[in-house]
């Protein structure tokens, strides 16, 4: 028998609340299978059976007949909020859902997100490979990486990554670290696939691996990572902190700390929130923040969070963000050689 996602039913007594958990629940991957007010429920509702139940209800006393019901009735678990949930644009939204995340992983577990990693090649190539700029050639190919980019990617993540990286040229001088949230299982498969057509060397990044231009490092999920000035990975020793493997916040706020203005992020296709709390972080360091648009996205739950903070300072498709990084290095190389 096929593995299902797991189903949530959420109930609560306002429609903006209401909303809020529903389009949480659905942006991490999950089946919302009833989203309404005590008061709108229809005959039947409880036979909907969900893996669990989300319940947020403001006015307790006025729901205390409906509360008795469900916890006698209810079949499944029940998951109580304990605050009701912010704008998702005020600055405490991304930790809220990470706890309300947190609480749906302990009840049902992961969501299915299923990559079809071998299909990759086939479905999308570039319209034409950035040929590398005069400037690019100059560039001496030392030891430490003189700029590193994040790239954060989830549902859907590994197709737009891929695309972006074919684009690229191969003297690009720039090191990068993907933070894709996938099954450990898949990370050593995802290497291959992301520079089978392209020139980049790609592999997972663990501890001791070297961060260097024309190289693509994949975080590990099972320990965090941080790193060195020269670029080297070092193992934490520990888990990614919150809900999320690898963290996409936390690989961010790490390598903000070690390279400042010289690292940039790129938030792709994906689900959630993970990144929108390093984000802000990495802007403030003077390093660009750039997200993928929604409508190139297979769910833009990810880089519509980013865009949120204020701090996206360019939005395009995996081909746009391939050249805007292309010319904004060699800007950047050609001001440098003026100066």
Not at 123 to 138: G, L
Not at 308 to 314: A, K, L, N, Q, Y
Request: aromatic content about 6%; hydrophobic content about 45%; proline content about 8%.
């Amino acid at each position: 028998m096929t593995p299902r996602n797991p189903r949530i039913g959420v109930i609560a007594d306002t429609s903006l609340q209401c909303h809020l958990l529903a389009s949480a629940v659905r942006g991490q991957g999950y089946e919302v299978v009833l989203a309404t007010a005590p008061d709108n429920l229809e005959a039947g509702w409880l036979e909907q059976k969900p893996d669990a139940w989300l319940v947020d209800l403001a006015q307790e006393d006025r729901w205390q007949v409906f509360l008795d019901m469900l916890l006698e009735q209810a079949t499944t678990p029940i998951l109580f909020c304990d605050s009701q949930a912010p704008a998702r644009i005020a600055p405490e939204y991304p930790r809220w859902e990470r706890r309300l995340l947190g609480k749906l992983l302990e009840v049902v577990g992961q969501p299915m997100i299923r990559e079809e990693l071998a299909a990759l090649p086939a479905r999308a190539k570039p319209a034409r490979p950035i040929q590398a700029p005069a400037e690019f050639q100059a560039v001496p190919r030392g030891d430490a990486p003189e700029r590193v980019w994040v790239l954060g990617a989830s549902l859907g993540g590994p197709a737009a990554v891929k695309l972006f990286l074919d684009c690229l040229p191969p003297e690009l001088p720039v090191a990068f670290f993907l933070a894709q949230h996938i099954d450990g299982a898949f990370l050593d498969t995802l290497a291959k696939v992301l520079c089978r057509d392209n020139s980049f060397q790609c592999q997972v990044g663990h501890d001791g691996s070297a961060l260097r231009h024309g190289t693509v490092l994949i975080a590990p999920v099972d320990y965090a990572v941080t790193f060195t000035g020269t670029g080297r990975v070092c193992s934490l020793g520990k888990p990614w902190e919150g809900p999320y493997s690898p963290s996409i916040d936390q690989t961010m706020q790490n390598i903000s700390l070690t390279f400042g203005a010289r690292a940039g992020a790129i938030l792709f296709s994906g689900m959630g929130v993970d990144g929108s709390v390093g984000v802000p972080q990495l802007a403030a360091r003077g390093a660009p923040v750039w997200a993928q648009t929604a409508e190139s996205c297979a769910v833009s739950s990810q880089p519509d969070a980013a865009r949120e903070t204020g701090c996206v300072s360019f939005n395009g498709g995996p081909e746009a963000l391939a050249r805007q990084l292309v010319e904004s290095v060699r800007q950047e190389l050609r001001s440098a050689a003026l100066t």
